[in-house]
């Protein structure tokens, strides 16, 4: 099983950051094998161009986008970690999904826009917030996550969500058994999605 990690924030110290390293590890330690898309290292665009569009008359995936399709083409899990920054996704990662899982490779089909093209593959989210989580759930942000970035999107792309799982209340300073606690919690997710043999 091949797995794609793709992560959405500045700093490579952050909370971000050790989640992806926890799912990457635990994956690893199963023998399954691990892309890793570190957005803001790999200096991704997420601005969609004009000519990106498929209505444009020679719609044509970008060179960056044709790269990004290359390397994820052979993946069969799909997981998204990220911060929650006014309470949706950075607009880094929402522009990846825009560009490299748009028309002709997440959907598209035949050439129409309601036939998905990665059916079969599975997706699963990771995200955190400073505020806390029955906060985050109360002010309606967690449930239109899930609906547009977890089942819509899913759904769009053929793929199964699997699980979205949310950390609430990471704030600088937290204790270090705090933290690892979380982290547990990633590599558990990871052994109960993924551990049994197929």
Sequence with gaps: MKHAVIFAHPGRQSFTASVADSY????????????CRDLYRIGFDPCLKAEELPTAGAFKPAA????????????????????????????????????VFGFGFAYGGSGHSYNPLLTGRKLISFSSSGAPTNWVEQSGAFSAIQTLFDSYFAELCGMVSLQHVHFGAIIA?????????????????VHTHFGRRE
Excluded: M
Excluded at 68 to 96: H, M, Q
Excluded at 173 to 189: C, N, Q
């Design 64 to 99: 960056d986008v044709e790269a990004e399709r290359a390397l994820l083409k052979s993946c069969d899990v799909f997981a998204l970690i990220y911060p929650l920054w006014l309470n949706t996704p950075p607009a880094i990662l929402k522009g990846y999904l825009e560009r």
């Design 24 to 35: 990457v590890k635990t994956c690893q330690g199963l023998g399954h094998d691990v892309l």
């Design 173 to 189: 300073g937290a204790s270090e058994f705090y933290i690892r606690a979380k982290l547990d919690e990633v590599a558990k997710t």
